[in-house]
């Protein structure tokens, strides 16, 4: 019997014991995942301390060295035992070739970091998972600009508008 997981969005799923060794899953293509450790992840230490489901950052994919993120939930026992993660694979490369592929002006660009400043989607490939803005001279609260932006655009009140017309970007 065949199994598929994946397509456009999801790389594929797995599930892992509560030490974070993936014993099985399946990754598109029919590959698996099996014989991974992910007990370093911080989405599998969150979703055990929290036992709630959690979405992970955006890191390479350990199979496929792609652009992911990881929605992972805790499987506990009747009694609350902490037994191991469900993790579904989502790839990312979608919105980073949506955002570094956008124009601004004649010759800005998009791009996409974390809330700590790291890069996430930028045109120079190298950048990606690489370069925090907020390590940069000059770029500091760049990423605390940029969620202004988001506000603003989502109706938040005035007082943020305000701040934001005080900005030089």
Same mark, same amino acid.
């Given at each position: 019997?065949k199994t598929h997981c994946g397509g456009e969005a999801n790389?594929?799923?797995?599930?892992?014991?509560?030490?974070?060794?993936?014993?099985?899953?399946?990754?598109?293509? %029919?590959?698996?995942?099996?014989?991974?450790?992910?007990?370093?992840?911080?989405?599998?230490?969150?979703?055990?301390?929290?036992?709630?489901?959690?979405?992970? %950052?955006?890191?390479?994919?350990?199979?496929?060295?792609?652009?992911?993120?990881?929605?992972?939930?805790?499987?506990?026992?009747?009694?609350?035992?902490?037994?191991?993660?469900?993790?579904?694979?989502?790839?990312?490369?979608?919105?980073?070739?949506?955002?570094?592929?956008?124009?601004?002006?004649?010759?800005?660009?998009?791009?996409?970091?974390?809330?700590?400043?790291?890069?996430?989607?930028?045109? %120079?490939?190298?950048?990606?998972?690489?370069?925090?803005?907020?390590?940069?001279?000059?770029?500091? %609260?760049?990423?605390?600009?940029?969620?202004?932006?988001?506000?603003?655009?989502?109706?938040?009140?005035?007082?943020?508008?305000?701040?934001?017309?005080?900005?030089?970007?």
């Amino acid at each position: 019997m065949k199994t598929h997981c994946g397509g456009e969005a999801n790389e594929g799923i797995f599930l892992t014991d509560s030490k974070g060794f993936i014993f099985t899953g399946v990754l598109g293509r %029919n590959l698996g995942y099996q014989g991974l450790q992910v007990d370093q992840r911080e989405y599998f230490q969150k979703a055990r301390s929290s036992g709630k489901t959690v979405v992970g %950052n955006v890191v390479r994919s350990k199979a496929t060295d792609q652009l992911t993120t990881v929605i992972c939930a805790p499987i506990v026992s009747d009694s609350s035992e902490f037994l191991g993660t469900v993790g579904i694979v989502v790839k990312v490369d979608f919105l980073v070739d949506l955002i570094s592929g956008s124009k601004v002006g004649e010759t800005g660009y998009g791009f996409l970091t974390a809330k700590d400043g790291l890069m996430l989607a930028h045109p %120079n490939e190298k950048f990606i998972l690489e370069l925090n803005i907020s390590t940069v001279s000059g770029m500091r %609260n760049l990423p605390e600009k940029c969620s202004l932006v988001k506000a603003v655009r989502m109706n938040i009140p005035i007082k943020v508008q305000t701040r934001l017309q005080d900005m030089r970007l």
